[in-house]
């Protein structure tokens, strides 16, 4: 990492206000600057850039920022005590639970999952209650499904709410918490407003890292997120439970807008997800769901999405197609699901979806590490033909802390036509120094981005900003 890099990062964070952070982030040791490892080293990070961050750099943000969100202006205040109550909406007895996460595995303009997390003092209800901003008192319940969560007192409440309106605000609450949340479906076209979305990945060396780049993005009103993988760095391991709750608490904390809207997140699988990092470094490997979870229990438990088998491909009406995928996590890269992702983007390309991304962790042209890495070699060899076959035209890469974005490449050249790869993962964690002289290389940057993707009709607009608000890149 470079020293002139990280004197810059200490001016952004107190730029930002955070010298309290600064003061107890680890030593700066500016020592591997011309550090290449290759991709299957389990590429952990500095053992004290991975630990949790301290007290207070994990702190909640300020007061006012997670209080209970009132009701917006366009209904009474007094809306429940005119309504009659769901029997299953109880009253009340605490303010809002651990975590509350958006997420799909269907559609997103007429379906959502919602999820949200409970410890063990808390009365944990199941129930969830739901309606249309506007409507009067609660439409519709539903009960959640209960799920452990691995290595931790607490448990996944879940639902799953289908046959929803498009384009439309609900208002939930849930169990016994009083706060009251929004989520909206996403639009059913996008030709008279624009659909945007934030992308990156490699999201917490630190909580305040993650939380001052959600806060970066948030500006800019996302419809959702997606992240590539390495989200909070549990490497699978039992005793790295607790940075999920801090992950968790800094999502609640800076990914509800100010209305209460809960922006859904989109994840793949990264090498930190995963015990080893790598499919190849267990001779016990094994395409079942028990052997994936057994060596990411964390990511298969808490996400909705993907699921198993760890890759899958979400379709938003007949506009936009996203397709998360695993760089030789808990899958192989060749065979099944080669296969499964010729089929996929073959469906799409027939049927004129005219966005289709593809997001996943070990990139294709990697910035900082070595290219020639295995599992960047097998992403270029087995995806990327693909990716040009079928008229894909961007794809989202993370795992090696950097900003990055790569002329369109076809058939292994710069070519008009062809794929250009944005990454390199530098949500919130320590950043590397990119190369801006390999071939490949349009855009290099050392800095903590996210990259806010704006959709209109089959425009499509991108703009890359730092934890700052910086504007790295735009196109
Ligand atoms: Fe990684």
Known sequence: MSCTWRTRT????????????????????????????????????????????????HEPVPEDSHEPVPDDSREPETEDAQAPEFADCPEPTAEEPLAVMATWRKDPTTTVIIDWHVGPDDDALRSFCYKEVGAEGWQHSAQAEQHASPHSERSIHRVSLDGL???????????????????????????????????????????????????????????????????????????????????FETNRNTLINEDGRVVPILVAIGNHEVLDGYYANHDDAAQTDDWRESVAPYFYALFAFPGQPGYNVLDF???????????????????????????????????????????YHVPAY??????????????????????????????????????????????????PEGVVYVGDGAWGVWTRT?????????????????????????????????????VLDEW
């Not at 909580?207 to 806060?215: D, I």
């Not at 997606?226 to 549990?234: E, H």
């Open 434 to 470: 990119a190369d801006p002289e390999r071939w490949y290389i349009a855009r290099a940057e050392d800095s903590l981005h996210g990259v806010i993707v704006s959709l209109h009709g089959s425009e499509r607009h991108f703009r890359v900003v730092s934890n700052l608000g910086e």
């Open 10 to 57: 200490v001016t952004r964070y107190l730029l930002a206000g955070l010298g309290a952070m600064l003061i107890l982030a680890p030593p700066l040791g500016c020592g591997d600057k011309k550090e290449q490892p290759t991709e299957d080293s389990r590429e952990p990070a500095p053992e004290d850039s991975r630990e949790p961050a301290p007290e207070d750099s």
């Open 165 to 247: 309106r498009p384009g439309t605000e609900y208002r939930f609450r849930m169990g016994e918490f009083e706060r009251r949340y929004k989520f909206t479906t996403m639009p059913g076209d996008i030709d008279d407003e624009p659909l945007v979305f934030a992308a990156g990945g490699d999201t917490m060396h630190w909580a305040v890292f993650l939380e001052t780049m959600n806060k970066a993005v948030m500006e800019y009103n996302p419809d959702f997120v997606i992240w590539a993988g390495d989200l909070a760095m549990d490497d699978g391991e039992p005793e790295r439970a607790h940075l999920w709750d801090y992950w």
């Open 366 to 415: 990697p910035s900082y590490r070595n290219k020639s890495g295995r599992v960047s070699t097998l992403v270029r060899e087995n995806w990327a033909p693909l990716f040009e076959e079928h008229g894909v035209k961007y794809a989202f890469e993370g795992h090696d802390h950097t900003y990055k974005r790569t002329h369109p490449i076809l058939a292994g050249e710069v070519h």
């Open 317 to 359: 009406g007949d506009y936009m197609t996203l397709i998360a995928l695993d760089t030789e996590h808990t899958n192989p890269v060749e065979g099944a699901q080669t296969e499964w992702l010729a089929g996929v983007l073959e469906e799409r390309a027939d049927a004129g979806v005219p966005h289709v991304f593809p997001f």
